[in-house]
T-cell receptor, first 114, second 114 residues
């Protein structure tokens, strides 16, 4: 069972570079979301989606873009990487509204910005 | 703004002792509350989800209670084992239409000593 798959697992970027973190789920979940986890700050919501074509901002959206063209995929784009974006990024998915189903998380992408 | 707090930040117990982990939240109008486990270098695994209308949920040695009026949830792990060593996080969802919009506590890091 694949569940939520994140790629790459590790990445080092230089300041100003752009990249896309990939997230795919094979459970036909409507809801997907991106979090970042930082020491002392816990997990914070970046962007989330409640279905294909629908996205919204979370607590810390600046510097990140998302799109949801299919149910399965929810990529996170860093437009111009900054050292403050060094973090561990987690993607999560769940079934839709009213189902009260748990969130399923990927194993994370560890990103360092030099 | 919802704030979620977990105290203590770290806990060490001998094997066999019962674990009691606390989670408090400032806004009692939650939709559900989840407890997660995170192992080092890994993603989050959902342990228990309590709906706002429920008082507790049980799974094996785990029992989670919810007191919305006081803004508290407690995770009990009976007869702890070294394999229970991990970080435990609680998270709340505020609205039915976006249950994937979670606010996390900072976590409690648990060490169970053989």
């Amino acid at each position: 069972n694949a569940g939520v798959t994140q790629t790459p697992k590790f990445q080092v970027l230089k300041t100003g570079q752009s990249m896309t973190l990939q997230c795919a789920q094979d459970m036909n979940h409507e809801y997907m979301s991106w979090y970042r986890q930082d020491p002392g700050m816990g997990l914070r919501l970046i962007h989330y989606s409640v279905g294909a074509g629908i996205t919204d901002q979370g607590e810390v959206p600046n510097g990140y873009n998302v799109s949801r063209s299919t149910t399965e995929d929810f990529p996170l784009r860093l437009l111009s990487a900054a050292p403050s974006q060094t973090s561990v990024y987690f993607c999560a998915s769940s079934r839709g509204q009213g189902t009260n189903q748990p969130q399923h998380f990927g194993d994370g992408t560890r990103l360092s910005i030099l | 703004k919802q704030e979620v707090t977990q105290i203590p930040a770290a806990l060490s117990v001998p094997e066999g002792e019962n674990l009691v982990l606390n989670c408090s939240f400032t806004d009692s109008a939650i939709y559900n509350l989840q407890w997660f486990r995170q192992d080092p270098g890994k993603g989050l695994t959902s342990l228990l989800l309590i709906q706002s209308s429920q008082r507790e949920q049980t799974s094996g040695r785990l029992n989670a209670s919810l007191d919305k009026s006081s803004g508290r949830s407690t995770l009990y792990i009976a007869a702890s084992q070294p394999g229970d060593s991990a970080t435990y996080l609680c998270a709340v969802s505020m609205i039915k239409a976006a249950v994937n919009k979670l606010t996390f506590g900072g976590g409690t890091r648990v060490l169970v000593k053989p």
